[in-house]
């Protein structure tokens, strides 16, 4: 089993920066791909930033110049740094990792979430 805990989100004011946390545990071999997604009241979870196993990146439009994503394979975590935050951002904040996870002799990919953590941006 894997299990993945989120933390960093809070609220900022217009202009402000957060960096979200999400660390995977339990039984894992390898992470391929690392995914943030976001999902505002009312609207459809959308993706925010992914990275690849060779730390390729890439970004919503609308997050593109102001978010970073980064991971350290080390620590089984992928970060998300949010810079000049704007009140569009407020959402809660997903994180999705594509791992190989299962037994030695029986090994599987899956994809798990975390529990979401809330981003509030205002003044």
């Known amino acids: 089993q894997v299990q993945l805990v989120e933390s960093g989100g809070g609220l900022v004011q217009p202009g402000g920066s957060l960096r979200l946390s999400c660390a995977a545990s339990g039984s894992i071999f390898s992470i391929n791909s690392m995914v943030w997604y976001r999902q505002a009241p009312g609207k459809e979870r959308e993706l925010v930033a992914i990275i690849t196993t060779k730390s390729t990146t890439n970004y919503a439009d609308s997050v593109k110049g102001r978010f970073t994503i980064s991971r350290d394979n080390a620590k089984n975590t992928v970060y998300l740094q949010m810079n000049s935050l704007k009140p569009e951002d407020t959402a809660v904040y997903y994180c999705?990792?594509?791992?190989?996870?299962?037994?030695?002799?029986?090994?599987?990919?899956?994809?798990?979430w975390g529990q979401g953590t809330q981003v509030t941006v205002s003044s």
């Open positions: 999705n990792v594509n791992v190989v996870t299962g037994r030695t002799w029986s090994r599987y990919e899956a994809e798990y």
